[in-house]
């Protein structure tokens, strides 16, 4: 899977213009692997075959600003998010117009998951909320929506795999956890006692000091309980680790607080969650990987919650190219690769050198360790801003601010 990749573009084969459909801000294959959706700068999505790499349809105005965020419900029906402040279902088996627009949003919609458990659809958007609609009974006219969640600055949300917990980071470097997730009740962060971790600083010869972390819990039995980190690490602001490697950490003795949590993904087996961050003066980015820890309670509170921690364990520094874009990181359908926009090009990255599992390679002492390069593929002409990993075959797309979409397969 790493060790010899060709890159194609769809787009040749077919002279598909770039310049209709401007930047590709997003990826995204069916369960089955057998479609390839593509979200574009100028409301269009495009849709490819990434076996044949064969162009399929494009959506020209699947909405009336920038798209920004699409997810498969199953392996018809996908939903696709939009500046214009809207959510659209589409549905493969006719895209000759969409199933239904959903309104509900004041502002960008960035953000949409999926709970296959309630068949809830869940949205963000840059109005601080987070929405949940009813596709059970969904209609032309829309379907039923509530406010789930709301928190100033949001940036992204992401639910785990099982849905048990979300995810939700904000341009001010916070990272909020809800635990025991139950999406078909509202919630309200005031209600929730919320903790700061303690912050951490460097000594002169630049060792870490970390410190420990403390936890916000809901008090109330069977409700969603939510903890919320707060540091000095890379524009992440979620745990007691420092920056690694910040050039003002090591002169002045102290990393500058971070501000924004631009790129967030989980674990495909809920283990841990990876983030794309830059530093406060934008001058620096990194990839952080922070392990969710759950520990049963002390044995004379036995009756207690389980008690919760962030901890980051890998990092690594990005090329900083691109400022004012989000590039969007990805994990491998095993967790084992990550594959990160790196300039022109992506760049592969193991938690080892034999790329092992996450479980396995953790650091044995409190201190994060750096992310192992695998290997850097450079095949476009401008700065990527998104991955994505297919679910189903050995292939890896990428896409780019000029729109040109690239997929990755090993030689034979």
Known sequence: MTSMYRSMNPADSVNLS????????????????????????????????????????????????????????DNRLFATCSDDTTIALWDLRNLNSKVCSLHGHASWVKNIEYDTNTRLLVTSGFDG??????????TEEGCPHKKFFHTRYLMRMRLTPDCSKMLISTSSGYLLILHDLDLTQSLEVGSYRTLRARRTTLSADGSRTPGTPRHGNDPGKGRTQSSLRDGEG???GCSSQEQPGSPDARDTGRARPGNCITSLQLHPKGWATL?????????????????????????????TSPRRSLRLTHYIEEANVGRGYIKELCFS???????????????????DGS????ADCLPADSLPTSLHEVRSIYSHSDVVLTTKFSPTHCQLASGCLSGRVSLYQPKF
Do not use: M
Request: hydrophobic fraction near 35%; proline fraction near 7%.
């Open 18 to 73: 770039t310049k209709t459909h401007g930047a590709v801000f997003n990826l995204e294959y069916s369960p089955d692997g057998s479609v390839l959706t593509v979200a574009c700068e100028q409301t269009e999505v495009l849709l490819f075959d990434p076996i044949s790499c064969r162009h399929i349809r494009t959506l020209v105005e699947a909405h009336e600003d920038c798209v920004n965020n699409i997810r498969f419900l």
């Open 129 to 138: 909320n987070v929405i949940t609609w009813d596709t059970n009974r969904f």
């Open 333 to 351: 359908p095993d967790g084992r690769l990550i594959c990160s926009p790196y300039g022109y090009g992506v760049r592969l990255l193991a938690f």
């Open 355 to 358: 790329c092992g599992e996450l």
């Open 234 to 236: 890379p524009k992440e």
């Open 275 to 303: 983030l794309r961050c830059s530093s406060n003066a934008d001058d620096q980015e990194w990839t952080c990987v922070y392990e969710f820890q759950e520990a049963a309670p002390p044995p004379r509170a036995a009756t």
